[in-house]
């Protein structure tokens, strides 16, 4: 009966090869999407050289992207037996993340304008300092003398990155805006996990890709009320990014072009990154995923000319040393699943 039940353990060579389907996958992707959404940020397009201006925008079009993407695959699962809805969280669950997971991203893709899409990449991966400095200030939290050696060396990291650099062509460079932003992205984002991991606890058994549908279709309802609503409602004033959107997609066929590239990859990278997660642990997704933004920067600096300084090298060095050694702490204690990055 137990050998009908379990299913036989997979070789070593099979393990790999599956972990290096799933690297694969990850650095596909979100390669791909960065080296997009760079060019989204600085390419001029047409006669007039027009700029794309509503890079939030992109968000909304992902979630709805992803929504689409996980409710077909949701409906698989429940088809097949390989999930039961008496087991998820229910879809309304998640209208607070769903709101922080809105307004998170929107700023960090607004800081494009001010900032590098290096430096955005850089900015982003110090989630752990925000935390830990508002769990000693607020909470009173205690952390090992390693995560303090991890945030020293992310936050020194992104100071001297931040010192002198170039402004790389972006609409209009505000360094202290643009890592402003970045800093209320991550703020944000925290809030999410820590309604996901609420949801988690309420339902052991949820799964990912009904997390992954739900959030998106909260985020796609919220963006488009912020995208279209201005267009409808009498008085407002307001610019209806939605149509503008539109408008310059209609106008520019090739931004189009990035902007579904841009879609497919962010949903095919969740993907990628919730069945990593399933299979081999988040230490080993951490490890994947922090790596990528890594090569996010590298490849910035070589596809699209972007190069750094040397003290800039210096703060790369100094985060991506931090975030692997927090990775590897990280992955020794017990956790939930968070959202996809």
């Known amino acids: 009966m137990t050998a009908q039940t379990e299913k036989p353990p997979r070789s070593r060579l099979a393990t790999l090869f599956l972990l290096l389907v799933c690297v694969v996958g990850i650095y596909a992707s979100y390669l791909t999407q960065g080296i997009v959404n760079e060019h989204l940020q600085l390419k001029r397009f047409g ?4 700029r794309f201006l509503h890079l939030e925008a992109l968000n909304g079009a992902q979630a709805v992207t992803c929504f689409v993407w996980a409710w077909i695959i949701l409906q698989v699962m429940v088809v097949t037996g390989r999930a039961s809805k008496a087991d998820m969280a229910s879809w309304h669950d998640y209208w607070r993340a769903g709101i922080t ?9 607004v800081a494009l304008k001010n900032i590098t899409y290096s430096a ?4 982003k991966s110090c989630k752990m300092v925000p935390v830990m400095l508002m769990g000693v200030m607020l909470h009173g939290k205690r952390y090992t003398f390693i995560e303090y050696v991890c945030m020293s060396l992310i936050g020194l990291g992104v100071a001297a990155f931040a010192q002198k650099g170039r402004s790389g062509g972006v609409v209009s460079p505000n360094p202290l805006l643009g890592y402003s932003l970045c800093l209320v992205n991550l703020a944000f984002d925290g809030y999410t996990n820590a309604t996901q991991d609420e949801i988690n606890k309420r339902h052991p058994r949820n799964s990912s890709i009904h997390m992954m549908c739900w959030m998106n279709f909260w985020t796609a309802i919220y963006y ?16 209806c990014t939605g149509m503008d959107l539109v408008s310059f997609c209609t106008r520019h066929p090739d931004a189009l072009l990035d902007l579904v590239i841009f879609c497919l990859c962010g949903a095919i990278g969740q993907l990628f990154i919730f069945f990593t997660i399933k299979t081999f642990g988040s230490l080993v997704t951490t490890l994947v ?9 590298l490849l910035s600096v070589v596809w699209n ?3 750094l300084l040397a003290n800039q090298w210096l703060g790369v060095a100094m985060v991506f040393a931090g975030l692997l050694m927090q990775g590897y702490m990280k992955g020794k204690k017990p956790h939930h699943k968070k959202k996809a990055d």
């Open 289 to 297: 995923c922090t790596t990528r933004k890594f090569f996010n920067i």
């Open 120 to 123: 955005q990449v850089l900015a």
């Open 224 to 239: 488009a009320a912020y995208m279209f609503l201005p267009c409808v409602l009498p008085g407002t004033g307001g610019t």
């Open 47 to 50: 006669s007039e050289q027009e």
């Open 101 to 109: 997971n809105s307004v998170g991203p929107a700023c960090g893709m």
């Open 305 to 307: 000319g972007n190069p």
